[in-house]
Structure formats: C-alpha cells, structure tokens
C-alpha cells in the first residue's frame, strides 16, 4: 500500500512564505505526476501545480509566479513552495499522485493525502 503525507502547512502573514511537503511511501515502483490541489469549504477541489513525470511544471494562473513545485526523486517527496501569500491563497492544500506500485508497475493508481492547512492572515 502507498501513502502520501502532506506536512509544512500553517498560519502565515499576507506576503508571508510557506513551504509543503508530501512524501510518498510504501511499495512503490515509480511516482508519475505530482499535482497539489487546495479546497476551501464550500468550494470545489482547485488545482494549483503539477510536477509531471518529464519533469516539466505546470502553474494555475492564481499562483504563477509565486507558488514553485520541485521534487526530491531519492526522498520521494514533492514540495510546493509558497511565497508572497494572499488571503485568498488561505485554503486546505492537497497533494495527489499517480504511482506504480512494485506489486504492479504496468498500472497506474491515483492517491492523495489528507490535506494541510494553510492559513494566511495578520
């Protein structure tokens, strides 16, 4: 079984920074793409970035130029890093994966996380 982790969230000031993590762990044979996705109550999942298994980045509008995903492949961990921090960037962030596991790498599972908080207000 896999699990995805997300860890760094919390309370930062407008134009403040944080940096997410979502570690992958289990039996895994290869992560393709990495997306973090952020909801908040009442609203619909949104997207926000995605690592893509060439290594490529991808951005929403709402966050270019100041969110930057990155992967550590040896750590199996993705992170989001988050600067210059909107209140309407406050929201429960997401990390969601599609991994080969070692018991079948010909199929291609999708997983997320539990989510982390990140609030963002003076």
């Known amino acids: 079984q896999v699990q995805l982790v997300e860890s760094g969230g919390g309370l930062v000031q407008p134009g403040g920074s944080l940096r997410l993590s979502c570690a992958a762990s289990?039996?895994?044979?290869?992560?393709?793409?990495v997306n973090w996705y952020r909801q908040t109550p009442g609203k619909q999942r949104e997207w926000v970035a995605t690592f893509t298994s060439l290594a490529t980045t991808k951005y929403a509008d709402s966050v270019q130029g100041r969110f930057t995903i990155s992967r550590d492949v040896g750590k199996n961990t993705v992170y989001l890093q988050m600067s210059s921090l909107e209140p309407e960037d406050m929201a429960v962030y997401y990390c969601n994966a599609d991994i080969r596991e070692s018991s079948n790498p010909f199929r291609t599972v999708s997983y997320w996380g539990q989510g982390t908080q990140v609030t963002v207000s003076s």
């Open positions: 289990g039996s895994i044979f290869s992560i393709r793409a």
